[in-house]
């Protein structure tokens, strides 16, 4: 599946308020759905890449050989997931903005990996 329809999987998600998919060393989104006036989703990409390189150096720093499988920042009406694509050499990752009140976690969760494992970049 390409990117562009994984996004649109993405956003099929209950509650999805957007999606991108983002180059980590970058910073910059290669594709994105959904946002708006309270979700820019570029800006949220390139914040969320701070969050997966800190994570990394932590990761390093602890010597551990663990993968990241998936990052959750809980907001009061949100829940954003960060997903790394290891099938993508590990410089991309999902980013998902749901809704925490029609949202799902652990079906999005769910449908993140699935989209994952079927993208082709």
Known sequence: MNIETALKEAMAIDGALGVAVVDYESGMALGSLGGGPHLDLELAAAGNTEVVRAKQRTLASLGL????????????????LIRPLTSAG??????LALDRSRGNLALARHGLKRLEAELEI
């Open 90 to 95: 590990g410089s991309l990752f999902l980013y």
């Open 65 to 80: 050989s663990d993968e990241i499988e998936d990052i959750l920042i809980t907001l009061s009406g949100q829940y954003h």
